[in-house]
Nanobody
Framework: QVQLVESGGGLVQAGGSLRLSCAAS????????MGWFRQAPGKEREFVTA????????AYADSVKGRFTISRDNAKNTAYLQMNSLKPEDTAVYYC?????????????????WGQGTQVTVFS
């Protein structure tokens, strides 16, 4: 198992940046594909981005391509989400999640482990 704790959320003006971190417990962090999802009020949780175990492949939702960057440091058991050019529509609770095995990185049901979430609020 792995336990995940997000940090780095906050209040930011449109056009600004935030960097989220996801710290994982355990010694098997490098075994997991890591993903970031978000959930806005009244909406379903949606895929944002994912990174494979070694960091060699990433995937992004169209809505964040070119603005968000996912990365990971397996030596520090941490995944990151750099968010630039933030928009009010990026406002949501952001969750990191971990997935073992194959299957679509976009599929929320593939992720067995979740953090508690961190709030990101973008104002115009």
């Amino acid at each position: 198992q792995v336990q995940l704790v997000e940090s780095g959320g906050g209040l930011v003006q449109a056009g600004g940046s935030l960097r989220l971190s996801c710290a994982a417990s355990g010694r098997t962090f490098s075994s997991y594909t890591m993903g970031w999802f978000r959930q806005a009020p009244g909406k379903e949780r949606e895929f944002v981005t994912a990174i494979t175990r070694g960091g060699g492949r990433t995937a992004y939702a169209d809505s964040v391509k070119g603005r968000f960057t996912i990365s990971r440091d397996n030596a520090k058991n941490t995944a990151y989400l750099q968010m630039n050019s933030l928009k009010p529509e990026d406002t949501a609770v952001y969750y990191c999640a971990a997935k073992l095995g194959s299957g679509s990185d976009y599929d929320i049901l593939r992720y067995a482990y979740w953090g508690q979430g961190t709030q990101v609020t973008v104002f115009s």
